[in-house]
């Protein structure tokens, strides 16, 4: 007896310290592992320890049913391995409406899964599943979406409709406002400080996965998303947020893996508030629309990002950065290097100003996105449909780009519009359509031991129309080349050929009609 009552005191004991060290284990605190929602007490957990000062909310190993919880400062949600978290699938339970952003607009909406607005010190963590059971939401957009005839307003989209009077968007965006209806960002952290995120999977988000806006000092790593072909299931969105940190993460979703937002168009640039300082490295994307994104949501700015050491596998686009006219704000400062893509279906590079807006020519306002000093380097791709698109717009050319040490396989080359401080150095581009470098409209070119180990008979490695001041040096065809370089336009001027070795080449240069006799010097 005495042995046992010893032994009852250390457990007791134990126990004592356990909640002291400030660990809340759930089924304690009035939860359930047998997938009984129990939101009230897990939100009363997270209370509990808030008024303490803080703590752990510990999630054991079983299944666990909740609404949406809303985060305090200096709380833990840790998931042990074997639990399993599901967010319930009726939007009930996702009211009342909150301030939070969709898709760059601050509007109210549908609760986050996890909510958290003005805190800081907040961590989710463990080997557990995070299950945003999206589908219910998923559906509910494809019902609004592809109805034929008007469609009686929900009780959530007239809610919506009073709660955001006189919100003001782009008419291109009317579509989407119309809906009345905006899913909810599995996480999205508001205006907060100094947030984790570890270990855990999160899959079927309704929306958006990882969202922090407005956040400062932000760090994901050694996450897993999985998300099935479905709408706007992005991976990892930080918005207007500084200095974020992602790393070791595995993202295999229905939109874009990665993306780095700063707000949308007149509402961006209210808030003026830029994502900047962030980090992207060691990281495999799987299905998804783009690797790591830009944009297009980019009115507050984004600058000071570098992306390594990542892989992209079956994506759909590999590094994107895009905006259009109207959006404003500045793309710059950016660094990709030591990048693998396979199985890419359309571009493995694109930077392009003509995302989703038209195309007329407007003077240079705040309207006017700008795009500069963006590098890339220690690039290798295979099986992609095409190498890159560079597209400008005729008041604001793409500026100050260079490419280094790139090695692509694939359908189609570079084609590069409408810029100027262009640079290639040591890259090749093996094509089987078109030329591996076809550059329009632009200025300040440099094409440095570049070219094709499959040049097409007829068709030229490089392709010049309308460009001025350019160098083309240090290249030597190592495999037979029927043309080298085609050159047409009147304005295309102060073209440079020196360093070159063309013994393999049967027509250095092909001159089209309207090229002036003076415009290429050997």
């Given at each position: 007896?005495k042995?046992?009552?010893?032994?009852?005191?250390?457990?007791?004991?134990?126990?004592?310290t356990?909640?002291?060290?400030?660990?809340?284990?759930i089924?304690?605190?009035?939860?359930?592992?047998?997938g009984?929602?129990?939101?009230?007490?897990?939100?009363?957990?997270?209370?509990?320890?808030?008024?303490?000062?803080?703590?752990?909310?510990f999630?054991?190993?079983?299944?666990?049913?909740?609404?949406?919880?809303?985060?305090r400062s200096?709380?833990?949600?840790?998931?042990?391995s074997?639990?399993?978290?599901?967010?319930?699938?009726?939007?009930?339970?996702?009211?009342?409406y909150?301030?939070?952003?969709?898709?760059?607009?601050?509007?109210?909406?549908?609760?986050?899964?996890?909510?958290?607005?003005d805190?800081e010190?907040?961590?989710?963590?463990?080997r557990?599943?995070?299950?945003?059971?999206?589908?219910?939401?998923w559906?509910?957009?494809?019902?609004?979406?592809?109805?034929?005839?008007?469609?009686?307003?929900t009780?959530?989209q007239?809610?919506?409709?009073?709660q955001?009077?006189?919100?003001?968007?782009?008419?291109?965006?009317?579509?989407?406002?119309?809906?009345?209806?905006?899913?909810?960002?599995?996480f999205?952290?508001?205006?907060?400080?100094?947030i984790?995120?570890?270990?855990?999977?999160?899959?079927?988000?309704?929306?958006?996965?990882?969202n922090?806006?407005?956040?400062?000092n932000?760090?994901?790593?050694?996450i897993?998303?999985?998300?099935?072909?479905?709408?706007?299931?992005?991976?990892?969105?930080?918005?207007?947020?500084?200095?974020?940190?992602?790393?070791?993460?595995?993202?295999?979703?229905?939109?874009?893996?990665?993306?780095?937002?700063?707000?949308?168009?007149?509402?961006?640039?209210?808030?003026?508030k830029?994502?900047?300082?962030?980090t992207?490295?060691?990281?495999?994307?799987?299905?998804?629309?783009?690797?790591?994104?830009?944009?297009?949501?980019?009115?507050?700015?984004?600058?000071?990002i570098?992306?390594?050491?990542?892989?992209f596998?079956?994506?759909?686009?590999?590094?994107?950065?895009k905006s259009?006219r109207?959006?404003?704000?500045?793309?710059?400062?950016?660094?990709?290097d030591?990048?693998?893509?396979?199985?890419i279906?359309?571009?493995?590079?694109?930077?392009?100003?003509?995302?989703?807006?038209?195309?007329?020519?407007?003077?240079?306002?705040?309207?006017t996105?700008?795009?500069?000093?963006?590098?890339?380097?220690?690039?290798?791709?295979?099986?992609?449909?095409?190498?890159?698109?560079?597209?400008?717009?005729?008041?604001?050319p793409?500026?100050?780009?260079?490419?280094?040490?790139?090695?692509?396989?694939?359908?189609?080359g570079?084609?590069?519009?409408?810029?100027?401080?262009?640079?290639?150095?040591?890259?090749?581009?093996?094509?089987?359509?078109?030329?591996?470098?076809?550059?329009s409209?632009?200025?300040?070119?440099?094409?440095?031991?570049?070219?094709?180990?499959?040049?097409?008979?007829?068709?030229?490695?490089?392709?010049?129309?309308n460009?001025?001041?350019?160098?083309?040096?240090?290249?030597f065809?190592?495999?037979?080349t029927?043309?080298?370089?085609?050159?047409?336009?009147?304005?295309?001027k102060?073209?440079?050929?020196?360093?070159?070795?063309?013994?393999?080449v049967?027509?250095?240069?092909?001159?089209?009609?309207?090229?002036?006799?003076?415009?290429?010097?050997?």
């Open positions: 007896m042995n046992i009552l010893i032994i009852l005191c250390f457990i007791t004991g134990l126990n004592t356990f909640a002291q060290d400030g660990w809340l284990n089924l304690n605190e009035g939860g359930n592992n047998k009984i929602k129990c939101t009230q007490a897990i939100q009363n957990a997270i209370e509990k320890a808030s008024k303490n000062g803080g703590g752990t909310i999630f054991p190993a079983g299944e666990y049913l909740t609404g949406a919880l809303t985060l200096n709380i833990t949600i840790h998931l042990d074997g639990a399993l978290l599901k967010f319930s699938e009726n939007f009930d339970d996702f009211l009342p909150v301030e939070m952003r969709y898709e760059g607009i601050v509007m109210k909406s549908f609760q986050p899964l996890f909510y958290a607005k805190v010190n907040i961590t989710i963590t463990g557990g599943v995070i299950d945003g059971q999206g589908k219910a939401w559906n509910e957009v494809y019902r609004i979406e592809t109805a034929k005839e008007p469609l009686p307003p009780k959530y007239t809610m919506w409709e009073e955001n009077k006189g919100l003001y968007t782009e008419p291109y965006y009317k579509r989407t406002v119309d809906k009345k209806f905006f899913r909810p960002s599995f999205q952290a508001y205006n907060c400080k100094n984790l995120i570890e270990g855990v999977t999160f899959k079927n988000s309704p929306f958006w996965t990882i922090p806006e407005f956040c400062d932000v760090t994901v790593t050694g897993s998303i999985f998300n099935p072909h479905s709408p706007n299931t992005d991976g990892i969105n930080p918005s207007s947020c500084t200095n974020v940190h992602i790393s070791n993460c595995h993202i295999s979703v229905g939109d874009d893996c990665i993306t780095i937002k700063s707000g949308r168009d007149g509402d961006g640039r209210k808030y003026g830029a994502t900047e300082n962030v992207i490295t060691n990281c495999t994307m799987l299905s998804g629309h783009g690797g790591v994104v830009i944009g297009s949501e980019m009115s507050g700015g984004i600058k000071k570098t992306i390594s050491n990542c892989v596998d079956g994506t759909d686009r590999g590094i994107r950065i259009a109207g959006r404003g704000g500045v793309v710059e400062d950016i660094r990709v030591n990048i693998v893509m396979k199985n279906k359309e571009e493995a590079i694109v930077l392009s100003l003509f995302y989703d807006k038209g195309t007329t020519v407007e003077p240079v306002t705040e309207k996105p700008i795009f500069r000093n963006i590098h890339m380097s220690n690039i290798t791709a295979s099986n992609v449909n095409k190498a890159g698109q560079i597209l400008g717009i005729t008041e604001m793409i500026q100050n780009i260079t490419f280094s040490n790139i090695n692509m396989d694939g359908k189609e570079f084609t590069v519009s409408t810029a100027t401080d262009v640079e290639f150095h040591d890259v090749k581009v093996n094509a089987t359509v078109g030329s591996s470098f076809k550059i409209d632009s200025k300040n070119v440099i094409l440095d031991n570049i070219g094709s180990s499959t040049a097409i008979k007829g068709v030229p490695v490089i392709k010049l129309d460009v001025s001041n350019a160098l083309i040096n240090n290249n065809p190592f495999n037979p029927d043309i080298f370089i085609e050159a047409d336009g009147k304005d295309t102060n073209i440079f050929l020196k360093n070159n070795v063309f013994n393999n049967t027509t250095k240069i092909k001159k089209g009609a309207s090229l002036d006799k003076k415009a290429i010097t050997e």
